[in-house]
């Protein structure tokens, strides 16, 4: 196109592209013609850049085929190629990527209906493990024995953090990732609510940085391991006293997610510590060796334990 006199024209190559006839003549407004209405201000405006910045461009745009009334993808490539004394010459470099963008399309949906199953996948499993918490509840109420209720107690804690996790990644829009701080605050609820004991005011202080983003499988052993280190603050930390606090913390650093699960208690009991064959410690050096972590314990005041993902 020669934006001086307004001379236009399509080579035949353009021409069988379009589905345009040979022997016709087409300026720039019937090409304009050719393009699907929507999509016609896109190429209107990359060319009014190229003609006042000289700024080539590429677009991808829509047009009717004449003749079979298809719709075609196009791609053009605007530049400028040289300056005569008839004045600047603008050419469009078409290219036909119809197939590129049907696989696209195709990949796309293929994305969004496996997305859909795996959420829905998560929802069914999180509503089978919500049916076996409210069983073991139930078969709670029939037990006199003290131990025996503990035992159940903290199985349900650990089926809840679970199905936590599944419902977290069904409710959001990123199927591969959790907030922290949002899953967090569920999970702390969830244990708070089943653990708490009744005759003391424990107070459960939660502090995350925003926007920490974690995998799914990470998320779930981490869950599992502060579901573990919250229940032994709630057994031991408190003996004798009326009230307490436990504090969660989860900081981004390094490219590190570091936790902590602190309580302002008597102190771990090291002798019995290292001594002790339970499930709860065996478990939090299992999910500990899982995550790939340290578990680091200091006591001043009260027990820390820290680790980092």
């Known amino acids: 196109m020669n934006h001086a006199t307004g001379d236009s024209g399509m080579s035949a190559g353009a021409k069988r592209l379009h589905g345009l006839a040979p022997e016709v003549s087409y300026d720039f407004d019937d090409y304009l013609k050719l393009i699907v209405k929507e999509d016609r201000p896109l190429l209107k405006k990359a060319v009014r850049q190229l003609v006042e910045d000289r700024d080539p461009f590429e677009i991808t745009y829509r047009i009717s085929v004449q003749g079979d009334n298809k719709i075609r993808y196009i ?104 907030r922290l701080d949002d899953y967090l605050a569920r999970l702390t609820q969830a244990i708070e609510e089943t653990h708490s004991p009744e005759d003391k005011q424990i107070a459960v202080n939660l502090s995350v940085d925003p926007d920490i983003k974690i995998d799914f499988d990470r998320a779930l052993n981490a869950a599992l391991l502060i579901n573990e280190l919250m229940i032994n603050a709630y057994q031991h930390a408190f003996p004798g006293r009326d009230e307490g606090q436990i504090s969660i913390r989860a900081r981004q650093s390094d490219g590190y997610i570091k936790l902590q699960v602190e309580d302002n208690g008597i102190g771990i009991d090291w002798d019995g510590w290292e001594k002790s064959d339970s499930l709860g410690k065996s478990l939090i050096e299992s999910l500990s060796k899982q995550l790939g972590t340290n578990l680091d314990v200091e006591v001043n005041k009260g027990t820390r334990f820290s680790f980092s993902l």
């Open 75 to 178: 791609q053009n490539h605007g530049v400028v190629r040289k300056t005569s004394e008839k004045g600047d010459r603008f050419f469009g470099i078409y290219r036909d990527v119809t197939h590129l963008k049907t696989s696209e399309q195709v990949a796309r949906r293929n994305q969004d209906e496996a997305r859909v199953l795996l959420k829905e996948v998560h929802h069914r499993i999180k509503n089978n493990l919500a049916s076996l918490s409210g069983l073991l509840e139930l078969q709670s109420y029939q037990i006199d024995d003290e131990r025996a209720i503990k035992a159940l107690k903290q199985s349900l804690s650990r089926i809840k953090a679970m199905a936590n996790i599944h419902e977290a990644i069904y409710q959001s829009e990123d199927i591969k990732q959790l």
